[in-house]
């Protein structure tokens, strides 16, 4: 089945009792047996809910694994593949990881005893030098955020598994539309589904896709004991999303490039951070691992001072946190996402005050660069 068809007839398709062509929201929480332990496969809608499973399958089936889970949000979902690990064990991470994934590691679970290292993943011997003994997972993020750096999925699944850690991934910028880490030897996938899944800024969700039985059973235990799930609705809303999805991931992929050409091309952007610029350091990467490119650019402008000037005169790019929706979306990370990572820190990493990022839409893309004419003259 292509991609654009497994949006659609992928995971469990309508309503066998009814005929209805949408999946019910089963807004219930607990079921009738038909004597102890007698039930039709679902016992409490912690532990498992028909609209959730059915998200669960579609995600599995889209992302290539074997099994999927729902979460009240990304970070949930994060933090339950986090509660895989016993205290003692230790992750290297991509070193611009989604800013939430950075405070959970360094604010919580390091609490519990789960070490991390932040290291720049696009180098891979950079990863090899940050494995310990105590080392169970290599985390990536790729293309990251906001910085859009690429790692190359294949090689540090192979590096990973030299070495016996798990490969995890968080596909959020690509969505498996584009790229499906699994194939390239991932053994967890996950998602800040609020994202470019859900695709319309109105559902908070996460998602996680594993390849074996074994990961399975185990995030299940997790999810069913840590109880982060996500609720029928939402469940709902987000194979409402994933219907559209390759269609909204090849809107947005047009529209990114006449929006790069025109940000490369203006004199008062000093850089612009895209893969799908031939002179991205890891351009071949990220074209030999994913479809697309995505609608994620940042561009630097130079000063906080001008970037809120340009917020004063944008229109149609709304000023929040977030991406991935329909409409597109600005964003200061140094002030914003990335404020909960020390100033020290962003430095390093090379998040400037006038660093901005951009979201792109599905609006049109005369009106989108229309606008950034506009605001940035
Ligand atoms: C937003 C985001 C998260 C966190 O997801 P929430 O749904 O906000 O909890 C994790 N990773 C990436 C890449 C994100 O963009």
Partial sequence: MKKLTKMIHGGIVGDEHTGAVSIPVYQVSTYKQEGIGGHKGFEYSRTGNPT???????????????????????????????????????????????????????????????????????NLSTIEEAIQENTKAIYLETPTNPLLKIT?????????????????????????????????????????????????????????????????????????????????????????????????????????????????????????????????????????????????VSFDVGSAERAAEILEKIHYFTLAESLGAVESLISVPAQMTHASIPAERRKELGITDGLMRISVGIEDADDLIEDLKRALS
Avoid: C
Wanted: no cysteine; glycine share 10%.
């Fill in 152 to 296: 190359d999925i294949e090689a540090a699944a192979n590096l990973a598994k030299k070495h016996s850690l798990l490969t995890i991934v968080d596909n959020t910028f690509s969505t498996p539309y584009w790229q499906t880490p699994i194939r390239q030897g991932a053994d967890i996938v996950l998602h800040s589904a609020t994202k470019y899944i859900g695709g319309h800024s109105d559902v908070v969700a996460g998602l996680v896709v594993v390849n074996s039985s074994e990961l399975a059973e185990r995030v299940h235990f997790v999810q069913n004991s840590t109880g982060g799930i996500l609720g029928p609705q939402d469940s709902w809303l987000l194979m409402r999303g994933i219907k559209t999805l390759g269609l909204r991931m090849e809107a947005t992929e047009k529209n990114t490039h006449k929006i790069v050409d025109f940000l490369v091309g203006h004199k008062s952007v000093s850089k612009v951070y895209y893969p799908g610029l031939e002179n991205h350091p890891n351009h071949e990467i990220a074209k030999k691992q994913s479809g697309g490119f995505g609608g994620m």
């Fill in 52 to 122: 959730r499973h059915a998200l669960e399958e579609l995600i599995a089936d889209l992302e290539e694994g074997k099994a999927g889970f729902a979460f009240g949000s990304g970070m949930a979902a994060i933090t339950a593949v986090m509660m895989l690990f016993n205290s003692g064990d230790h992750v290297v991470l991509t070193d611009d990881v989604y800013g939430g994934t950075y405070r959970v590691m360094t604010k919580v679970l390091n609490r519990l005893g789960i070490q991390s290292t932040f290291v720049d993943t696009s």
